[in-house]
């Protein structure tokens, strides 16, 4: 497996045309460090690895699943790898994001993509291990939890000092640092249903919502046909008061669970949808909340 992704390194930066001089100046790694690494003299650590996908511009994710492809002999599937791009097509009401947040189109995507790979990153030590990939080693919730926490962390980062994170189960999830902005709680949600949280909070509310893919990047309604690839298909955005949730002390629950309410959450100004992921019977351009 070393050997594999020390050869998809190599492959990837002959292709772009670096020789060792330059790659060592984009990398911060030695040149002779690299040339130990291409005659399997020595194998990189992790940061190394890093260093090297980064100065390359590819996800150090992405460069494992193809040494994983060499190692396992299949070819690495191309729809999955574009699904990951996160289309700026799909993005809308910038105007409203802008207004309630401050941030972008792109803050939002290099959150996504982020998410993205490090659970793609952790997948793959999983399967080096012989381990189930996430989605299916934790429970619903708490991968909702887990996916809502990378996306913040992701938000925070490409924020540019716009937010900052609060510390772990604390409100709200990100703490402005500009005047002008308050706020702002992150939510996420399994396909259909709809976000919630222990308590009503009024504030400043992203949403996410997700599916579970097979390994062919492909969505397939109902739960017997649950995949193991996290794909975010709708963001939302809007300000929210008390009275926008629903509050109840549904069995199993621990103490009340407040979820938004269903018309106010389909009244949320739409930021990002992905129509070929919709888990609604009819895949058309409109589903209930569509605005």
Wanted: proline share 4%.
């Amino acid at each position: 497996m070393l050997k594999a992704i020390i050869d998809v390194i190599r492959s990837e930066r002959e292709a772009q045309g670096f020789n060792y001089e330059d790659f060592s100046a984009v990398s911060g790694l030695h040149r002779t460090t690299l040339g130990l690494y291409d005659r399997g003299e020595r194998g990189p650590t992790v940061e190394a690895a890093l260093s090297m996908a980064q100065a390359l511009g590819v996800p150090l994710s992405e460069l494992i699943r193809k040494a994983e492809d060499i190692v396992s002999k299949n070819s690495v599937c191309e729809t999955f790898k574009n699904r990951r791009e996160v289309p700026l097509d799909n993005f809308r009401n910038s105007d409203r994001l802008r207004a309630i947040t401050g941030l972008s189109f792109e803050t939002i995507r290099a959150a996504i993509l982020d998410c993205y790979q490090t659970l793609d990153t952790i997948d793959a030590q999983l399967l080096a291990h012989g381990s189930a990939p996430i989605a299916n080693l934790v429970e619903l919730a708490n991968l909702s939890s887990i996916i809502g926490n990378l996306v913040g962390a992701g938000l925070a980062t490409a924020s540019n000092g716009l937010y900052i994170r609060n510390r772990p189960h604390a409100y709200p999830d990100l703490v402005p640092q500009a005047t002008g902005f308050g706020d702002l709680e992150i939510k996420v949600a399994l396909e259909k249903n709809k976000p919630k949280g222990h308590l009503p909070k009024a504030g400043n509310y992203l949403t996410f919502r997700y599916v579970l893919c097979d390994d062919l990047a492909l969505y397939e309604k109902g739960k017997e046909n649950r995949g193991k690839r996290v794909f975010i298909w709708e963001v939302k955005v809007g300000t929210l008061t008390e009275r926008d949730f629903d509050t109840s002390n549904t069995e199993g629950d621990s103490g009340k669970t407040a979820v938004i309410n269903t018309d106010v959450f389909n009244a949320m100004p739409l930021i990002y949808f992905d129509s070929d992921l919709l888990p609604y019977s009819k895949k058309s351009l409109r589903y209930p909340g569509f605005n």
